[in-house]
């Protein structure tokens, strides 16, 4: 894990804003993988910050119990803004995928799938970042999609395979899920 998959989760499944009335930061991820928030929580302390843990379980069995890691030190969460990247990276498309993506691989008929989708007027712009990144460093040509939500996708299995083995090293879910 870096900053840059950190930021990526962050705009995803995380809120990082600045209170009006006062003036304070707050940063918070929320996930219902318990094993990625602890790794955030992990990265950051290593980093010396302080994060907090929280888990929220649901009593219905229709929703899935949530974890989050909270900052609200204000030195603290300026100090992690410094370390937004600037650019777009293979880690930080990792980790926008393990907060809100979706990536369809499934041998069988040959069927392979990445996508990412977002809800209109949401994250349209980080999406079409990526869009771009790709297209231009790996010759990736991804459709965009715009009727009931916000889509880019590709579907060539040739092109998801190597998409696969530039993203894979980074995702942490998947990690989890390989053990």
């Given at each position: 894990?870096?900053?840059?998959?950190?930021?990526?989760l962050?705009?995803?499944?995380?809120?990082?804003?600045?209170?009006?009335a006062n003036?304070?930061?707050?940063?918070?991820?929320?996930l219902?993988?318990?094993?990625?928030?602890?790794?955030?929580k992990?990265?950051?302390?290593?980093?010396?910050y302080t994060?907090?843990y929280?888990k929220?379980?649901k009593?219905?069995?229709?929703?899935?119990?949530?974890?989050?890691?909270r900052?609200n030190?204000?030195?603290?969460?300026?100090s992690?803004?410094?370390?937004?990247?600037k650019?777009?990276?293979?880690?930080?498309i990792?980790?926008?995928?393990?907060?809100?993506?979706?990536?369809?691989?499934?041998?069988?008929?040959?069927k392979r799938r990445f996508?990412?989708?977002?809800?209109?007027?949401?994250?349209i712009?980080?999406?079409k970042?990526?869009?771009i990144?790709?297209e231009?460093?790996?010759d990736?040509?991804l459709v965009e999609?715009?009727?009931?939500?916000y889509?880019?996708?590709?579907?060539r299995?040739?092109k998801?395979?190597?998409l696969?083995?530039?993203?894979?090293?980074f995702l942490i879910?998947?990690?989890?899920?390989?053990?």
């Amino acid at each position: 894990m870096d900053y840059d998959y950190l930021f990526g989760l962050i705009d995803t499944d995380g809120s990082l804003y600045k209170e009006k009335a006062n003036g304070f930061y707050r940063l918070k991820i929320t996930l219902t993988n318990e094993f990625t928030i602890l790794k955030c929580k992990k990265f950051l302390e290593i980093n010396g910050y302080t994060p907090r843990y929280f888990k929220e379980i649901k009593n219905n069995p229709n929703h899935k119990d949530t974890h989050s890691i909270r900052l609200n030190k204000q030195k603290e969460i300026k100090s992690l803004l410094k370390k937004r990247p600037k650019d777009i990276s293979l880690p930080y498309i990792a980790g926008v995928i393990d907060g809100d993506g979706s990536f369809y691989y499934a041998k069988q008929d040959m069927k392979r799938r990445f996508t990412l989708h977002c809800k209109k007027n949401r994250k349209i712009k980080i999406f079409k970042k990526i869009k771009i990144f790709l297209e231009k460093n790996y010759d990736l040509k991804l459709v965009e999609s715009e009727n009931v939500d916000y889509r880019i996708s590709i579907c060539r299995p040739n092109k998801v395979d190597i998409l696969v083995k530039l993203i894979n090293p980074f995702l942490i879910n998947k990690k989890q899920n390989d053990k």
